[in-house]
């Protein structure tokens, strides 16, 4: 089993977005740019990022869809989490026991996430009413950056 982005990691992360949005649900494409937000705060800039920068960059996104549906579903078996579906497609809230579940587990990097959710869904949930464009602008600054980092060929005048 894996440590790092296994479906648990990942469920108890969308747990700590959901029960920060709470009753507000929350749909995947709102959860994939709220997790990034969350975890990448310092990028963004909000407080400290809680995980290192990658170089991979929007490879990270473009994994983070599938993750988030396997730890929902880890979330869902375990009553911590409900599913409804509306017009715009499927919401996901957390269930009357999903806070007390973060309330019973005592860690650093818990304490760190329920920060940043904060932080993510106060500066952030407003702005992407287009969750989609959010996650795109995303993409777009990381290959401004990497494009900045390129060595310039010779005789280009740009």
Do not use: C
């Not at 988030?68 to 017009?87: I, P």
């Amino acid at each position: 089993m894996r440590a790092l982005n296994s479906p648990l990691e990942v469920g108890v992360r969308a747990l700590v977005l959901l029960a920060a949005s709470f009753p507000q649900p929350l749909d995947l494409a709102q959860l994939v740019y709220l997790d990034y937000a969350m975890l990448h705060s310092g990028e963004m800039d909000g407080p400290p990022s809680v995980h290192p920068s990658l170089p991979a960059g929007p490879g990270e996104l473009a994994m983070k869809r599938q993750l988030l549906e396997q730890g929902l579903v880890v979330l869902m078996r375990a009553g911590l989490a409900d599913v409804q579906a509306d017009n715009g497609g499927l919401m996901y809230r957390a269930s009357e026991e999903g806070p007390g579940f973060l309330d019973l587990l005592e860690a650093p990097y818990l304490g760190a996430l329920r920060e940043r959710a904060q932080w993510a869904l106060a500066f952030h949930y407003g702005a992407p009413a287009d969750s989609r464009a959010a996650t795109d602008d995303i993409t777009q600054q990381w290959m401004d950056t990497f494009e900045s980092r390129l060595p310039r060929r010779g005789g280009d005048d740009d």
